[in-house]
């Protein structure tokens, strides 16, 4: 008795160890950004890793310690036109599984692992991130002497985190961002602004993030886009929401901060450092700085939510507070739209047409304009327009008199006075005066 009690010992032994080692590749797959590209593997432990980069041809590799791919695992598929990636390829090295990425050009890898969240387990993310010199600007700004009001306006989730997801599976990730380029669209059509976009594509954006691309480009308000869910099916309507400096308004609102806060975990964010700075000034500093743009938010969130309710139902009929980690940005007023639920079957589906998005854009970009036309930021064309002073504008690629005539709220013929110009033909670089008060 006592041998068959060492031999099962060391056989339970055995087994364990075996276990422990038995690391199965599972899966691989592949999401574009406009300055990175992120390449995530899914396991079935931890794993250990090492990855480096290889010139000639240019070449990331990717060494996973003591781990074996599943029989279907084809890690070629994910690379099939890509912009940066040509191709993947994949080799047992003893007891080791190298994936080699090729690349089009160089990438600056960097790596880390995530611990599982429903509904992944354990995931290993390499982001490929682009050179900073290859990173170009893809658009013209227009060119007045008052610049425009700056909204950036940006659709939640994307990538490996999906949103809510609703009957017929409506996404969540899907729908915001076609909502947030509408928007966008609206507000370029409208004088004196200016939409810019967090993220343009099926990509994850962590928190920070998006509070930093919009802080880049100068941003007077982030406006945050979402279509969320709710425990019960039952629940519907729209609702705006400022971050909170208590306890969450209402319970939906508590549930939805925790569920929106939960999004870096889904989408994989690396370790977050906090540099030299000490945490309790950083802290202190930035509520100072908040408290200044909370009563903004607030006034920006009444003008939107009356907007909404022309449109659709409303979930309540006042502006909510909860503790969104995406609305703490110490430096503009801050927004998150909840466009509806996707938990509702009736809102899922008017969600996903498109001739309901454009009414909700519509709805949001227009409580912007009020909000910003009662509030112009100073130096922006608003703000000068409202004092009835004249402005200069430079022409740039694509003008034509009228269509600047058009823009600015004046008559081709009032341009064409009050610039002493015999006709309709301008030229780039030239600065016309737009009259004020017009």
Do not use: C
């Amino acid at each position: 008795m006592r041998s068959w009690g060492h031999f099962l010992f060391v056989f339970m032994l055995a087994l364990s160890a075996s276990s422990v080692r038995a690391v199965t590749l599972e899966g691989v797959r592949m999401h574009e950004a406009p300055d990175s590209t992120r390449v995530v593997f899914d396991t079935s432990h931890a794993v250990k890793y090492n990855v480096f980069s290889l010139k000639e041809p240019e070449r990331v590799v990717v060494d996973l310690i003591d781990v074996q791919p599943e029989i279907s695992f084809d890690p070629s598929v994910v690379a099939v036109g890509r912009k940066r990636v040509s191709g993947l390829r994949a080799g047992q090295r003893n007891n080791n599984y190298r994936i080699v990425i090729e690349t089009k050009e160089a990438l600056d890898p960097k790596a880390f692992t995530l611990r599982p969240i429903e509904p992944y387990g354990h995931r290993l993310v390499v982001d490929l991130l682009v050179k900073a010199q290859a990173v170009v600007a893809t658009r013209e700004p227009r060119r007045s002497e008052s610049r425009d009001i700056v909204i950036a306006v940006d659709a939640g989730h994307g990538g490996d985190d999906p949103g809510a997801i609703g009957p017929n599976k409506v996404y969540e990730k899907r729908v915001v961002l076609q909502l947030a380029k509408r928007i966008v669209r609206e507000l370029d059509g409208k004088l004196g602004f200016d939409g810019v976009l967090t993220r343009t594509g099926d990509y994850y954006l962590g928190h920070r993030k998006r509070t930093q691309i919009a802080r880049e480009s100068r941003a007077d308000l982030f406006v945050s886009i979402h279509a969320d869910a709710f425990k019960s099916a039952n629940v519907k309507g729209a609702s705006v929401y400022t971050l909170s400096d208590r306890g969450a308004s209402s319970e939906t609102a508590a549930w939805l901060a925790e569920r929106e806060n939960r999004s870096d975990l889904l989408g994989g964010v690396g370790d977050v450092s906090l540099g030299d700075k000490d945490p309790v000034l950083a802290q202190v500093l930035l509520d100072l700085s908040m408290d200044a743009n909370r009563s903004q938010s607030i006034n920006a969130g009444k003008a939107v939510l009356a907007n909404l309710g022309q449109i659709t139902k409303l979930h309540k009929s006042r502006v909510e507070q909860a503790a969104f980690v995406v609305l703490k940005s110490p430096d503009m007023p801050s927004l998150l739209v909840e466009t509806g639920f996707i938990s509702n079957p009736d809102e899922a589906r008017q969600l996903s047409q498109a001739e309901h998005q454009d009414k909700v854009a519509r709805a949001v970009a227009r409580g912007i304009e009020q909000f910003m036309r009662a509030n112009p930021p100073p130096g922006t064309l608003l703000a000068q327009r409202s004092l009835g002073a004249e402005f200069r504008y430079t022409i740039v690629r694509g003008d034509t008199l009228s269509a600047i005539a058009q823009r600015f709220g004046v008559s081709s013929g009032m341009l064409r006075r009050h610039n002493e110009l015999r006709g309709d033909k301008i030229r780039i670089g030239q600065v016309l005066r737009i009259p004020g008060g017009a």
